[in-house]
Every structure is written in C-alpha cells, then in structure tokens.
C-alpha cells in the first residue's frame, strides 16, 4: 500500500530535558486558557467558550506520550523524567479540577444553553460533555466553601503522588529468589535454562525474578513443597516497601470521601459506574460468592486429595491443609492427569512469531482493517514493532484508521504486565478534520531460550487475545471529544469488550488456526484442542473465588471506617474467601497494584464486566466468531460509540435487548441458579 496517511506517526526522541520542558510548557499553556475560561463573564458563557475540549485533547497529546517513557524506557534518566512529568501533569490536574471559576463558567454555560433554548440544538454527545464536565465540578467538590476547597486540594495531591511512588517501586521492583536445581525439581529445563546461574559458597544457584514468566513455573511445576512456600512467601512479600504507602492512601481516600459528602471511597468511586453504589457491589459479589462456595469446596477437597497422595508417596510431611503454595500446583496437576493436558507440550504448538501474527490477521478480517508495518519507525526500544491501520479496502487517505505499536519483550525496568496504553485519542479537530488515535499494547511474553524458540503458554495467548481487544477499542471508536474515545467508558464495563474477545482462544478452529507445533509445525490436534476446550472451567470455583477475594478486599478497604492491619486482613480474608491458608503473613496487599493504578473500588468490575462479556458472545458470536458480518456489528454498536453514549445503551443495541446473567451463569455452572435470570 502506497497511501501516506494523514497524519505522521510521532516520534520517540525525547532527551529527559525535552520530557521536563514540554510538560511544564503544556501546563502554562492549559493554564492561561483555563485563565481566559475562569474570567469569562457569566452572559459570555457558552459552549464553544467554555467546552476546554480542544485544550484538553492538546495536553493529552503531549503529556500521554512523555509520561509513558516510564513504564517502557531503557534508560534511567528518561524514565525518571517520565515519571517526574506524570507527577507535574497529576498536580496539575488537581490544581485544575479545583479552578472554581472555571468551574463557575461551565455552569453558567450550561444554564445559557437551557434557558436560550440552544441546548436542544447540540448533539446528544455535546450535551453529555457539557454534563460531565459540571458533573466533574461537583465531584471535585466546588461546591464546596473555600476552606474545605483548599483542604481537599492538598489531600488530592498528597493522594496522587502516595500512587505514583506505589507504582514506581512496582515497576522497578527487581528481587530475586534463589534455589538450587535440586529444589527446582519439576520446573521445565527449558526455563530453568533462562534462569541466571552463579555459585555461592561452592553451591551452583538459580536466581529466579519475581516476574512472571520466571516465578509462575516454579509455583507451578516445583515438586518441593518448601521450594514453593519460598517462592510463595518471597513474591507476595516483594514490594513490602509499598504498604505504608497503601496504608497512607487508603486514609487519604477517607477523608477526600467525607470532605465530598459521601458515607465511602466506594460510593465516591461507582456514583459515575454502571453499577452506581457501593452497596451494588457488595451485593453483587456475595451473590455470587454465595453461588461459587459449594463449587470452590469441591474443588479443594479433589486437589487436596491429590496433595495427600503425592506427599505420602514421597514422603513429604502432610498436616491436611491446602496451601496458597499448593493452589496453582495442584491446579495444574489436576488438569494434567484428568484431561491428560500438560501445559508445557502445548505451549510448543504457540511459538510468538506463529501466534502474534495469526491473532492480527484474525482480527483485521474480523473487523474488516490491515496492519502494515512500518519498518525503520521511530521508537522507544529496538524490539517495538509499529503500524499503521487502515480499513481492509482503503483507497486514499480517508481509510485511515490509527497507529498501533507492539512492545511484548520482557526486559529490565519495563512495565512487568501486560496492558494497553491509549496514548492518543481519535476526535474531531475544529474544521472538520479529523486527529488519529495510536494505541500500545506492552506485555511480557516470554523470550527465546538457548533450546527453543520464544514460545507463548496458552494463557499468554488469552491474555494476548484480550490484550489486542483493548487496542481496537481504541483504534475503531468514532467519536467527536477525545473524552469519550475508545475505552473512555465506565471503568466496570471496559474490560467487556476485550473479554469477550477471549472467547476466540477456547475455539476449536481458532486453536486450530493459530497453533504451529515449532520443529512440526503441525497444528494443535482435535483430541488437544479438546482437552485445552475442557480445561477452560475446571477449579472454576477456585479460580473466582480468588478474584471475588481481590474484590472484596478492594471493596473493604475502601468501605470501611476505621484503618486496620491490611497485611492481616490480605491473608485473613484469602484464607476465608479463596479457602487457601497461610503460615507467615506476608504483605501481598503491597504488590495490589489495582488498587493504586486506577482500579481502586473498581477490581469487582473484572467480573460485573464478565457477565456482558458472555451476553454478548452467546447471543451475537457464539454461533460463528469469525464471522466478519459480526465483527462489523461489534465494531459500530459496541466499539465505534466509545463513552459518547450510556453503556447499557450500547448493549442494548448490540443485543437487541437489555442484557442479563444467564449467559454468565450457564457458561459457569452449566445452568442458570433460579434467582439469578434477573435483567442486570
């Protein structure tokens, strides 16, 4: 393809110097128009002049760029810059939700645009802006009087840099955990191999990272019990440098939320959610608790059945409790001998280079786009991969979609993760033209080893499935204000969208179609494909029951009071909920990185978000995913809409109903428990 597109992919260049001084020139920018807004005269007040839309997109695209250098930059002085900018823009953004005058502006503007009858003339998109921008006035509580006003500025600031350093530690956390081959009995030589090797006291050590791809196969494959407690016990206490700063937050959020007038953090949180209370949280989750109970019990009597087994066999001390050590363990065993599945083979079928490209082709004849790569791009490290979109029959420039760029290599000081930033928004610029979104997916897959090529756990596929849908989210939303581009929606609806995508992963002809076997390069066989089929809900009890855990725990802390010992509560309230014990409390609550990263009140929506999820694949996907007809349904009723619109409404246009549980249900428990049937 030899169109230019009409706007130039940005470039990644920045000195730390650059990052400090554009940032600060961007405030004083903002700052003076923001001025220019707040000394408006009231009569003067109208939707062109007090909107800040164009002002704030501008800001966002010079501010999103540089603060992401953190999470991906190979270098310490930029990724300090970065972060040193995100800390200017978040004071910035304090400063600014509390401008009273120009809040004073936005509401004059609104109540011109009534009484002058102009408001019926404005799209109903203008209209929400004009909306949530008087409703993020009062939330930021200007309504107040000015001393409680300047007491919230300070607690807001306090708040936002407390976060900031949570996530600094988290991204730059980088210990080591370390065990003799011995001790890694059972974990895969081909990761063992990747391990840094050194001796000490005349003893040959691995030095296993906490991150992902290095410490998950020891707390799955390691034989020895104690080589896991190790494992175990030394991640969840690897940011223990973090629980002060929880702990300070948490009693920040207390008081913003009782300055603002609401009873919790929770209420704060979900009043501009789908869900809109703290309370429907609490019985959303002990609904569903209540249901997965008797389903997570079986669930452990059959792996603790096993763990007896194999200590007796042995010879391994056995007391007839189950773990948090012996949960992904025996969780693994049990799909190995009961479905004969053994998860290292099927990762030889999902070598990177096979399955990333598949899942993009899926994906472009899905939702009717093309990637072409830009060779020679400008980026922030060699291995990123960067592209253009564009629609699948584009003739000219007008088929231009956006930018996407790929970063899925594990190195060091790099976000540990797998997430999608949405660095640029997709908007209407004045005079028509339009200003394209690039989005960045940033993940961990797993490297060559000196025997094998980088090859991807079926999970990783899942994970890279749901990851890419969050990418289109951004890349296909249509909208006027970058406010409400792409995944700008109620945060207990944004995951919907890229989980239903994961239903891609458990389809047999779309393993068949992204699995090459890396020396034969045959495909998964049906018998496999069956048994990974199969796998998808067994323990499912276990499985949820330990994200309702994080949920509630979330939830807790955010309701309650009073401030606790929140290392005792995180072990207290895993062994109640997630039934799995523990000997040493260690502070996991520190490495909770949801909490303070934008998900706080917020982790339940991982499973509010599931049930339209499985709504919306049964009654539009189920019967043929790879259907392009769909995928363009999908692309203009659900992705196309962005915020712009209530989210229930986007679902009701999809599902041509409004949506429920059943699907939810049925997919868990194989029927639907009689109560639940209920419109959500």
């Known amino acids: 393809m030899t169109i230019t597109a009409p706007q130039p992919p940005p470039t990644w260049e920045h000195s730390a110097e650059d990052i400090t001084k554009l940032t600060k020139q961007s405030i004083e920018e903002y700052r003076a128009i923001m001025d220019n807004v707040g000394g408006l005269d009231p009569k003067d007040c109208t939707f062109e002049s007090v909107t800040l839309a ?7 695209n010079v501010t999103e760029p540089l603060a992401f250098y953190q999470n991906v930059s190979p270098t310490k002085e930029l990724r300090d810059a970065s972060n040193g900018a995100e800390s200017l ?22 109540k011109n645009l009534k009484e002058s009858g102009q408001w019926d003339k404005l799209t109903p998109e203008e209209q929400r802006l004009v909306e949530k921008m008087v409703l993020d006035g009062t939330r930021a509580g200007l309504a107040l009087p000015e001393e409680k006003r300047n007491e919230l500025t300070t607690l807001k600031k306090e708040l936002s840099q407390v976060c900031l350093e949570f996530s600094k530690n988290f991204n730059e956390e980088n210990g080591v955990v370390s065990f003799t081959e011995e001790e890694l009995k059972g974990v895969p030589k081909d990761v063992i191999s990747g391990y840094t090797k050194r001796t000490e006291g005349g003893k040959e050590l691995y030095d296993v990272t906490y991150k992902t791809p290095d410490i998950f196969p020891v707390l799955k494959f390691a034989e020895s019990p104690d080589t896991r407690k190790r494992a175990s016990e030394g991640f969840e206490a690897r940011l223990a440098i973090n629980v002060p700063l929880l702990d300070k937050a948490l009693e920040l959020r207390r008081k913003i939320a009782s300055l603002l007038g609401y009873k919790t953090w929770a209420d704060y949180i979900t009043e501009v959610k789908m869900i809109k209370t703290g309370k429907g949280v609490q019985d959303f989750l002990d609904d569903l608790e209540s249901k997965l109970r008797p389903v997570g019990e079986k669930d452990k009597k059959i792996l603790l059945a096993m763990k007896k087994k194999e200590h007796e066999a042995k010879g391994f001390p056995f007391d007839g409790k189950f773990y948090l050590w012996d949960y992904r363990y025996y969780d693994r ?5 009961s ?3 053994d998860d290292m083979l099927v990762k030889e079928y999902f070598p990177v280079s096979v399955v990333v490209p598949t899942i993009l082709t899926i994906y472009q004849n899905l939702l009717g786009v093309q990637f072409q790569e830009l060779k020679g791009a400008s980026t922030w490290h060699p291995e990123v991969q960067a592209f253009s979109v564009w629609e699948k029959d584009a003739k000219d420039e007008s088929g231009f979609v956006g930018y996407c760029y790929l970063d899925l290599f594990p190195r060091a000081n790099k976000y540990s993760h797998a997430a999608v930033w ?9 005079g028509g033209k339009r200003s394209y979104p690039l989005a960045a997916m940033v993940a961990n897959l797993a490297k060559p080893t000196p025997d094998k090529p980088a090859l991807m756990r079926h999970d990783d596929v899942v994970t890279f499935f749901h990851e890419m849908g969050h990418v289109f989210h951004g890349l296909l939303s249509r909208t006027k204000f970058a406010r409400f581009h792409g995944t700008s929606v109620a945060r207990d609806f944004v995951e919907a969208p890229s989980q239903m995508l994961e239903n891609w992963c458990w389809e047999p002809k779309v393993l068949e179609q992204m699995s090459s076997h890396y020396e034969t390069k045959k495909p998964l066989s049906p018998e496999l494909i069956e048994k990974i089929v199969k796998s998808r809900y067994v323990n499912v009890g276990l499985f949820y029951l330990r994200q309702l855990f994080f949920a509630k725990f979330d939830l807790k802390v955010h309701t309650d009071q009073e401030r606790e010992d929140y290392t005792q509560l995180w072990n207290d309230l895993r062994e109640k909920i997630s039934l799995v014990k523990y000997d040493k409390a260690t502070p996991g609550q520190a490495s909770f990185g949801h909490i303070t990263g934008g998900y706080d009140a917020g982790y339940y929506g991982y499973t509010y978000s599931l049930v339209f999820a499985a709504d919306m694949y049964a009654t539009v996907f189920k019967a043929d995913p790879l259907d392009p007809a769909r995928g363009k349904l999908y692309r203009d009723k659900i992705l196309r809409a962005g915020g712009s619109r209530e989210e229930l409404d986007s679902l009701k246009d999809f599902l041509g109903r409004p949506p429920n549980s059943d699907a939810f249900l049925q997919e868990l428990f194989g029927t639907v428990p009689a109560s639940q049937s209920a419109n959500l």
């Open 54 to 60: 164009e002002a704030d997109t501008k800001f966002d």
């Open 89 to 110: 823009v978040r004071d910035f953004g304090v400063e600014a939700s509390m401008r009273l005058d120009v809040f004073e502006s936005k509401v004059a503007a609104e």
């Open 333 to 337: 065993k049990y799909i190995e001998e």
């Open 339 to 341: 479905l004969d599945l």
């Open 422 to 430: 949405p660095i640029l928004s997709g908007y209407d610029r004045p």
